[in-house]
């Protein structure tokens, strides 16, 4: 679905991402992780097209991103900041309406159709009851599920998230990532999630991508990842490293 081949970034001549090579298959969920300043969040903004690669390509269903319009591309990819959605005067129904916007043509307005699936979504983020509330006025945990309901009614197939759990305690937290982890079961979405909770990317990721000065430095399992060893040379910690007691997924004390 996602290919990244040999791509670099630089910015002013200092380089931010040195050939990134990649494949993301369709259904997966893939964690980035690694130090601050990795490069985690270039890489998502790169696959967004946000920004263009200094050098490289990225093949987003057969065709490099740069090539998409902007319209287009968010009929099929969905991306969700760290700072969630702005706290605008808007109801929540009117802002998760808004994820349709890729859909409509100029000038149409949102059809039945877009309205039940608006209410459905609502439903299954459990927002129903927060429908007419002002996003102004909700916690940043309730602007994030939000965020996911809104990002639910565009249809992508790949959704982007970037340090999503960021500010929110460890209750939000959790019920953010298993809303999209019920959404990538259900719909075969994939999902390409920047987290620094290393536990958290060990429990809800397939896949794990070690970055570190903007190189790829290992990928694999939790399993092959969350290793005294790899963890002691990236982060320059020295982890302990336990099994979970219900899913016996490596888990890290500090």
Known sequence: MLEIINVSKQVDGKPILENINLNVQKGKCIGLIGPNGAGKSTIIKLISALEKPSSGQINFMGKNVQGWS????????????Q??????????????LMGRYPHLGFFQRESKHDHDLVSNVLQITGLSNLRDQLIDTLSGGERQRVAIAKAMVQQPQLLL??????????????????????WQKREGLTVIMVLHDLNLAAQFCDELVLMDHGKIVRTGSSEQIIAKETLE????????IVRHPKTNIPQILL
């Open 70 to 81: 902007v319209k287009k591309l968010a009929k099929h990819m969905a991306v969700l900041t």
């Open 83 to 96: 700072e969630g959605l702005a706290p605008y005067p808007i109801t929540v129904y009117d802002s998760v």
């Open 161 to 182: 998230l970037d340090e999503p759990t960021t500010f929110l305690d460890i209750g939000h937290q959790m019920n953010i990532l298993r809303l999209v982890q019920d």
């Open 233 to 240: 040379n990236v982060y320059h910690a020295h982890p302990e």
